[in-house]
């Protein structure tokens, strides 16, 4: 028998790229390609697949999702900053129908309140922040649940 695993799309958005010069004390001092190497390692581990995307341009990510179709089974995102006020994305992340986790590597709901709010939770089957690059396992975990249910 072929086992195909499913293809989860991990998602970052603007800033997300400056990893490792960002405030350590919220972000880590892993660089993004760093983080996407362990990430990778751990969706290896749980018998999924990735794909990695990032931009700091809000219409490639909204592009990008628009182009997800048949292409992962579930999504990962950490849009940064965008996560707070993006209609656009959230409306693109509605069109791919695709179940999808959010993830915070900082405890957004303890910083300032403008970042308590997020305008794609709601869409989501799952929400992680403040666990640090270890959030991303729970994150997969979650999706590799919502596959098998
Ligand atoms: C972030 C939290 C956001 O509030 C912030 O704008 C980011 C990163 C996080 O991973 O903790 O850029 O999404």
Redesign the pocket.
Known sequence: MVRVRARVEVMHGV??DQLGRRDPA?YGHLTLTELELQISETAAELGLETRFFQTNHEGEFVEHLHQLEGLAEGIVL?P??W??YSYAIRDALELTGLPAVEV???D?DSREPW?RESVIGELCVGRVAGKGPGGYREALDCLRKEFSR
């Open positions: 800033n997300l919220h950490n940064g900053a996560t707070h915070h590597l900082s957004v970042r």
